[in-house]
């Protein structure tokens, strides 16, 4: 299977912004590993449980604020006795504006830069739950009472939690270092690493299975387990977010961007992606750039 391509049922194409609000996730109505094209943030208020995200492990637990940056593999695994409550958010970059107000950058500018430091994960101080929660029962109450402008309340809602949590993340770090609480995952997160590293290269089983100590056939099976892919699908779907950055970001030349992210043959890049990304990579560029 392809990871999940998730679509967000933006209610309005002019306002692409969509909240699940103190949502209780169970294990068996969670997604398997999925991507979609817009950012998300999630809030955790109670419960525990597990989230992969890119390339590493990270515990859920009461007080955590997540960002994943859109075309972002991300799986959330809670767990069974003890299931997770939270919020997502999902928007589009365009909601947040491009006006710099003479600071050094925009809010999109500031998400870009969370964007880089690849700050997954926050652990908020007390201080901090709570003005979130408050932020985030705004935001709920405007889209149920829809009073005139609540968009625009919703969105000067969301720069505010953005801004503030950014600020911590420059500061402070963000937490980075999660951990799965499942025997192995640090190997497993070593030869997630060295997939990011080599995707222009032709990444063998037997690369992987010594980076996380355990046999070619066991390392196989953990990593369907936890990933939800299969090595290959992985690596494929890897090398597809890497295409789409260079597509989006770059002038290169079509056959470049393919050689770029491992893909051997010009015809392969193409079904590949219009495979996983519903598009020709030059009507992606072309949507996207």
């Known amino acids: 299977m392809n990871p999940i391509k998730k679509n967000i049922p933006f209610s309005n194409v002019l306002f692409p912004f969509l909240m ?5 996730k ?4 969670e ?3 999925h991507i979609h094209d817009w950012h998300e943030i999630i809030y955790v208020y109670d419960g525990t449980g597990t989230f992969f995200i890119d390339k590493s492990f990270h515990t859920m637990e009461k007080g955590n604020f997540f960002f994943i940056p859109r075309n972002t593999i991300h799986r959330a695994m809670p767990d069974i006795s003890n299931p997770v409550t939270s919020t997502a958010v999902f928007f589009s970059k365009f909601v947040l504006g491009t006006e710099s107000f003479g600071d050094y950058m925009t809010v999109r500018g500031v998400m870009e830069e969370w964007e880089k430091k690849r700050g997954y994960k926050i652990l908020l101080s007390s201080e901090q739950q709570h003005f979130v929660e408050e932020k985030l029962d705004t935001i709920q109450r405007g889209i149920l009472n829809q009073d005139f402008g609540y968009r625009q ?5 969301l720069q505010i939690i953005l801004l503030q949590l950014c600020q911590s993340v420059f500061k402070c770090g963000a937490d980075g270092s999660g951990t799965s609480g499942i025997t192995g995952s640090p190997g497993l997160e070593l030869a997630l690493q060295y997939i990011d590293t080599h ?5 063998y089983l037997n690369d992987l299975s010594p980076l996380a100590n355990m046999s070619p056939p066991y390392f ?7 990933i939800g892919l299969t090595l290959t ?3 494929t779907t890897k090398r597809i977010v ?3 950055e260079y597509l989006e970001k770059t002038d290169e030349k079509i056959f470049l961007v393919a050689e770029n992210c491992g893909f051997t043959s010009l015809p392969h890049f193409h079904r590949t992606f219009l495979k996983y990304a519903g598009l020709t990579p030059g009507s992606y560029r072309k949507i996207k750039h």
């Open 20 to 24: 699940t609000f103190k949502d209780q």
């Open 26 to 29: 169970m294990p068996e109505n």
């Open 31 to 33: 997604l398997p590993d």
């Open 153 to 157: 309340s919703i969105v000067l809602e």
């Open 199 to 203: 995707l222009t290269e032709t990444i």
């Open 220 to 226: 196989s099976r953990v990593f369907k387990q936890m």
């Open 233 to 235: 699908e992985y690596i």
């Open 242 to 244: 890497r295409a789409k």
